[in-house]
T-cell receptor
Framework: SQTIHQWPATLVQPVGSPLSLECTVE??????LYWYRQAAGRGLQLLFY??????ISSEVPQNLSASRPQDRQFILSSKKLLLSDSGFYLC???????????FGNGTRLTVT | TQLLEQSPQFLSIQEGENLTVYCNSS?????LQWYRQEPGEGPVLLVT?????EVKKLKRLTFQFGDARKDSSLHITAAQPGDTGLYLC??????????????FGQGTILTVHP
């Protein structure tokens, strides 16, 4: 069966520090991968999605970037965090663009 | 930009009561998904409705997709404390440049008191 791992679960970082959140999927090949941000436990905002290795689409201009160095690995990064980057970050995968999403358990990021 | 308005934002009810959550849009969606999320976890898919007018039942939960595929509702009968959580609707774009893109509603935080 397919599983998705996301880490760390929680992170507290000072303003201006770098960020690296990792997500890996097991049990499937060539998944579509997504990074979402959820503010205050409400709706989800799509940040990045990827349909293949090295292919990244950005939905919202921001201080963040994403990379997909391997088929089942998706990384969310920042060179310098801002206070406004605080939030709950969710990684997800799907079999195709019109398939339901399978989410990881998220990373709670607090920028101080 | 497609928008999906979800209401109510908050719902606090007693065990045994019925409730309905609505998702409305002016845009047509090829399908609509409902997710449930518990604190500190990722959303989990409950159901996908695809056909206009479709009704799906999952135990005490009834999901309906509007005839025009612009709206959906989730009805819970005899709510239980275990139903507590954040409910999210998400519409899949019907085509064009937005193909395959999922638009999420703002969510409904449901609290069921024993």
């Amino acid at each position: 069966s397919q599983t998705i791992h996301q880490w760390p679960a929680t992170l507290v970082q000072p303003v201006g520090s770098p960020l690296s959140l990792e997500c890996t999927v097991e049990g499937t090949s060539n998944p579509n991968l997504y990074w979402y941000r959820q503010a205050a436990g409400r709706g989800l905002q799509l940040l990045f999605y990827s349909v293949g290795i090295g292919q990244i689409s950005s939905e919202v201009p921001q201080n963040l970037s994403a990379s997909r160095p391997q088929d089942r690995q998706f990384i969310l990064s920042s060179k310098k965090l801002l206070l406004s980057d605080s939030g709950f970050y969710l990684c997800a995968w799907s079999n195709s663009p019109d398939s339901p999403l399978h989410f990881g358990n998220g990373t709670r990021l607090t920028v101080t | 930009t497609q928008l999906l308005e979800q209401s109510p934002q908050f719902l606090s009810i007693q065990e045994g009561e019925n409730l309905t959550v609505y998702c409305n849009s002016s845009s047509v969606f090829s399908s609509l998904q409902w997710y449930r999320q518990e604190p500190g976890e990722g959303p989990v898919l409950l159901v996908t409705v695809v056909t206009g007018g479709e009704v799906k039942k999952l135990k005490r939960l009834t999901f309906q997709f509007g005839d025009a595929r612009k709206d959906s509702s989730l009805h819970i009968t005899a709510a239980q404390p275990g139903d507590t959580g954040l409910y999210l609707c998400a519409g899949l774009s019907a085509g064009g440049t937005s193909y395959g893109k999922l638009t999420f509603g703002q969510g409904t935080i449901l609290t069921v008191h024993p």
